[in-house]
């Protein structure tokens, strides 16, 4: 079986590749990239036509919340990666604060043979940091990432502990895994619920300040420094993060870090109203935190954006807002914001975003995907970025329609979504 | 002239005009209060509910009055605190009540927000009785009321808040009431307990009680709850008392003519001293009288939006 993609513009910074050009995908596998002879096609070769649509390696998610085992009422494996998919990613890696906590081998397993089994995109799961997400004591580190773990985290539970960090972070390199932190010093966070600043001061709702982010972004990147094992910061939210990260990288500390569409594009505003759907963690920030991150993406200093994909039922987001799930559902609006309030404004060119989308979450997760190199999985995501739609969440392929992107007009819309070969959307519809 | 909502969830959303004719109404409210025979039947026929998450003796006492002065049926729910995560939901209880016929349920919550939800999913008339640290409009009203009784106007008048800030959704509804009706509103209080980015919503924030003071037309004490101080917030009522205190020495940088407020219940000796709360200037137990008035005059504004509608 042939695949025979015709006519798009290719992007791939890491093949260098920028124009127009042909892809063959034979048995899952691309096999040859130019302009192709169409004495290829027969009844055998499935010719999808390209032309004035972009073509780009499938999307790497390297955040996301998949929810299975054991909250399948918000989303399982099957429903998150045709959600994945239908926003045009073709790998995710899944966090693990599950029921059980993904913190032993057998969890990790379940997730990977139950994706083999429904899942529609390639699914890599995350590990957690300690046992139970506890704090207390290291998870069995090398077993999961045999079992197949791609990086540890104890994302939204932070490790209090800065010798238990400093322990993950040696203990980690011996296995050569991916250390991800979600930072948030929770003494300070305290019971807050959103940003603290001057919405949290109109609405009476307790905030949690930027320095809960900014404390233990900075810890970590001491502790990165001093043990000398990379680490990778996830969803990014303050400007003041921002500036740590840049002056450790200057200093050679080996430090990734990540942002979400939500950290770009709103501010702590759109909570107004109680409006459950912008509650999320961190929280949204202030307007120029969202300057910042747009900065730091522009510069280098953000690596990667993830979706933080984080899919809740209805009834946990139609209730007092201090009392409503922390989360967005982003799959289905994560590429097209990308493009709408980045690309679009100029802040990053097309082969920018393929890096951080692509490249970059996949360099630092050890995967080896998100690029068109002859001869890999033909993993491979078509869009096209000057379409517009409006976000409808009654359409997501989610369990979840958790998101304050309803309503939002926004371009950039993905017209096939092929995974290992096969074609999982085709011409925008999910099969 | 009716109400544009059909709840009362905060004086944020309230016109300046419909503030005034909530005022106005109370006056009138109030004569009924001062009669011999506190019965007249703006509210036969309806029946106003509490719904209360939260302890309350005034706030309550004050609803059920109003209601029963005005010939409503009424009834009180009480709702555990410890509860209110893990039993029926807010929407569930509220659309309970609603069931039941009720016209007006009067929420107050220990969470921000709160009689929003329940208002986006009742038929009834929702009105905030005070939720989390957000709002307390009916306690504001009465605020304004007595000034404006008292003053004739608000406008251009100083009005300076001390104490507890932060946690207080008294002052949050008076800022947006008060500033509304043209007056200039003034804090202070411990720096812990003031909310960042406050001068960004029009008042003026100090650091100490005396600038705040000076030349005040009307000062208000905030109840500061002493669980507070356990929580570090600032070392001791004692010292709370030494540099935030009202006493009769602090008093006199304000106007000579200048009105005492405070929402109750006081803490004597550590927002005002006895003297201040029981001297001439304070308008405390008035303010109780006059927050059954406002509270009539919602009531009665709420439940006629119906009959009136289309008139205007």
Known sequence: MRVLIKGGYVIDPKTNTDGVNDILIEDGIITEIGNISDELVDLNCDVIDAKGKYVLPGLVDAHCHLRDPGFEYKEDIESGTRSAAAGGFTSIACMPNTNPVADNESVIRYIINKAKQDGVVNVYPIGAISKGQKGEELSEIGELKFAGAVAISDDGKPLKSASLMKRALEYSSMFDITVISHCEEMDIADEGVMNEGYWSTIMGLKGIPSAAEEIMVARELILAEYTKVPIHIAHVSTELSVDLIRHAKKRGVKVTCETCPHYFVLTDEACAGFNTYAKVNPPLRAKKDVEAIIEGLKDGTIDVIATDHAPHHEDEKNIEFSLAANGIAGFETAFPLAVTYLVKPGHLTMSQLVEKMCINPSKILGLNKGSLEIGRNADITIVDIDEEFVVDVKKFKSKARNSPFNGFKLKGTVYYTIVNGKVVVREKVLL | ?312
């Open chain 2, 1 to 312: 002239m009716t109400l544009k909502s059909k709840d009362l969830l905060g004086l944020k959303d309230l016109t300046e005009e419909e503030i005034e004719y909530i005022l106005r109404t109370a006056k009138t409210m109030k004569l009924i209060l001062e009669s011999k025979n506190k019965k007249t039947p703006h509210l036969q026929g309806k029946s106003v509910i509490t719904l209360f998450y939260e302890n309350s003796t005034r706030t309550r006492l004050s609803f059920e009055l109003a209601a029963k002065y005005m010939s409503a049926s009424a009834a009180n729910i009480s709702v555990a605190a410890s509860s209110v995560a893990k039993g029926e939901t807010l929407i569930d209880t509220g659309k309970t009540i609603d069931m039941m016929g009720a016209d007006v349920i009067v929420i107050r919550h220990s969470m921000a927000g709160a009689p929003h939800l329940l208002a986006r999913n009742v038929k009834a008339s929702v009105i905030n009785a005070g939720d989390g640290m957000n709002e307390h409009p009916t306690q504001a009203l009465l605020d304004m009321f007595t000034v404006v009784e008292k003053k004739g106007t608000l406008k251009g008048l100083k009005v300076a808040i001390i104490g507890d800030i932060y946690h207080s959704r008294v002052v949050r509804s008076n800022i947006w009431g008060m500033t509304k009706l043209g007056a200039e509103v003034c804090v202070a209080g411990p720096s812990t307990l003031i909310p960042r980015e406050l001068d960004k919503v029009g008042v003026k924030v100090f650091n100490t009680v005396q600038e705040a003071l000076i030349d005040a037309d009307v000062v208000m004490g905030l109840r500061i709850q002493k669980e507070r101080q356990k929580k570090g917030l600032f070392p001791s009522l004692r010292e709370y008392y030494r540099f935030f205190g009202l006493d009769d020495k602090r008093l006199k940088l304000a106007k000579e003519d200048a009105l005492v407020l405070h929402p109750g219940p006081v803490n004597r000796g550590v927002e005002l001293s006895s003297a201040v709360i029981d001297g001439d200037k304070s308008l405390i137990n008035e303010q109780v009288t006059n927050g059954v008035a406002v509270r009539m005059a919602l009531l009665y504004l709420l439940t006629r939006r119906d009959s009136v509608e289309g008139i205007n």
